[in-house]
């Protein structure tokens, strides 16, 4: 079996290039191609010698994932379904904005924290995502958009692992991906618009800071670790309190100086004033800088739970602004084809399902845009 390049970051490349006879800065050449250029065929990198790219294509392969589906939403929302082997597929969603384009992408088939309002944790969890896999999404997106708006131009600026899976589970494929998404010779992203999204792995906060510092999301939730323990069963291993502590240090590395929590907003649930004036309390006595990004939540009958209404969340938004915390309520994009992230599981839920689409879409042999009729 031969290698994907999408597997390496700029220094796992050198060793591979090392360990076919050639300079280490053959690996810089050839990591521009990949992914600058969103070259796949040895053949057209026309400045390596022809003998390396003989090499190369015995020794490497450069791969993308296939493609069940792809459907465009009306607000311009695309969202990607990826096929990654024995019925497991998972998705991406490319959210275009006035100043900026971001892609959601997941870290994980399926997910082992199963949060109570979430799809994919009520799938259960698969498997791990391969360094590979986690750049295969942002490689195919970003050069299928370059061709598809036929720009020459960068598209994706702003990478958010909320996608389908705990990225902090994952830790080792990770990082690789995230260093090449930073990278001046791959996507050259900004740290500051590189964010990783976690239920609170405490441990892995800890080792993010140290090995690739960039902007930090946790999903919050639930004032106290009552409720939390509840929504979020990880919070039985990692309490707010440990929490909140590993975010405070991590903002002495973290590339913005405040930490962004989620908290998806459920009607009944979370959502009352008392939950409000509890978490001021929290982050006032934890002393964390930090902004809240209240997300509606994504209905799916197996949850048992509904959306809290507009007035109630516009109100626990008020409340939280009114103690000076920086406060937004997230737009639900895409909503048309429920590519809200956190909601990409719907399409994956019936595996056989999956299988079938695969099988079709090969027969097919075309990627079609699947607009969603009106
Ligand atoms: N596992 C990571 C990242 C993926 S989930 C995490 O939990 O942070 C990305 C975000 O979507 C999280 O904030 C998650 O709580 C939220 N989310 C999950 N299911 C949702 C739903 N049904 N409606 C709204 N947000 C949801
Ligand atoms: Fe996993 Fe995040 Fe979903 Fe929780 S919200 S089950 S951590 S993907």
Known sequence: MTANLLEFDLEGLAVFCEGLGEKRFRATQLFRWIHQRGASDFDQMSDLAKSLREKLKTTAHISALPVVSQHMSQDGTIKWLFDVGDGNAVESVFIPEDD????????????????????????????????????????????????????????????????????????????????????????????RRVTVSTSGVVPMIERLAQDCPVALAVSLHAPNDALRDNLVPLNRKYPLDELLGACVRYLAHAPRDFITFEYCMLDGVNDQPEHARELIALVQRHGIRCKFNLIPFNPFPASGLLRSPQARVQAFAKQLLDAGLVTTVRKTRGDDIDAACGQLAGDVKDRTRVQERIAQQRAQGVIPIQPLAP
């Open 100 to 191: 900026r384009g971001t892609l959601c992408v997941s870290s994980q088939a399926g997910c082992a924290v199963g949060c109570r309002f979430c799809s994919t944790g009520h799938q259960g969890f698969s498997r791990n995502l391969s360094t590979a896999e986690i750049l295969a999404q942002l490689w195919f997106a970003e050069h299928f958009l370059r061709q598809h708006l036929k720009t020459q131009d960068r598209v994706i600026s702003n990478v958010v692992m909320m996608g389908m899976g705990e990225p902090l589970q994952n830790y080792s494929a990770l990082v690789p991906a995230l260093k090449v998404m930073l990278d001046d010779h791959a996507y050259g992203l900004s740290r």
